[in-house]
């Protein structure tokens, strides 16, 4: 099964579309790895999902306190995805997935920005041979995203003036992306996305909460999954934070109009 239906599977079994983003403050590996071992564990009936970032692979190490991080998610039925935004040259590129990959992550997401060929070629191919998925960033969700994303460029194809984020929406279609990351922090540019990336390659936004995104509006306006990090990790309660987030998502998803 690609990784794009094991997302579908895993949301539709825990009946939710939320990922937790699992970063914590910065603290000694122990302490690190035992209070991410129970928020996950206080936190997996409530997600689909779970997002690593360098918070822990950094301290803990990949093969070792994240291997076994990731081995907690899997028991739970819950699919990985490692958030390296991988932006090298392809040999490099095929490395890092590789190793990502051999450690137990079901996906990785990378930047288009370096490209197809001895770019992010590799890092498909490798996802294909181990049945893996790639996500592709497509609109960040922090204030500057606009002055790389949001710029104008010429396409070489047709000479036509685009913005960068429609063109990477094109890569993410043609390169058949598992997914692509548009901002909770931009609502409008998810609805115009949607319309380009349609149900084929399904829309995941982080920025909700701690950045200002508002995971009711990112509902509307398209995204599939919902990434949320600080306002679970850091809340008085993240089970209650994380359960708060899945209902309002499903009440929203409810009452979507059909048109989205
Ligand atoms: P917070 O605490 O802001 O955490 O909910 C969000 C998590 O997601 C990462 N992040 C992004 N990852 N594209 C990505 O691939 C983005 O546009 C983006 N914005 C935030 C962030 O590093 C943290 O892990």
Known sequence: MSFKLRMEAAAENARSNLVLALDLPPNTPEKLF???????????????????????ILPLGLFDGVQQLLKQAQNHGLPTI????????????????????????????ANPFVGWEEGLHPV???????????????????????????????????????????????????????????????????RELHSILTEKVPIYS???GAQGGNIEAAVRSGSTYFIVGRAITQAENPSQAAENFKRAANMARRNRPCEV
């Open 34 to 56: 035992a209070t991410s071992k129970n928020l996950l564990e206080t936190v997996q009936p409530h997600i689909c999902a779970v997002k690593f970032n360098r918070h822990l």
């Open 206 to 208: 982080p920025g909700i």
């Open 124 to 190: 498909f191919e490798t996802a294909d041979q181990m049945n893996r998925g790639v996500i592709l960033l497509v609109y960040m969700s922090h204030k500057g995203a606009w002055e790389g994303y949001g710029q104008n460029v010429v396409t070489k194809k047709t000479g036509k003036s685009l913005r960068q984020y429609e063109v990477f929406a094109e890569k993410a279609l043609a390169w058949g992306a598992d997914g692509a990351v548009v901002g909770a922090t931009y609502p409008e540019k998810i």
């Open 82 to 109: 490692m958030d390296c935004k991988i932006n090298d040259i392809g040999n490099t590129n095929r490395i890092i997935a590789e190793h990502y990959f051999q450690a137990g992550f079901d996906a990785v997401i």
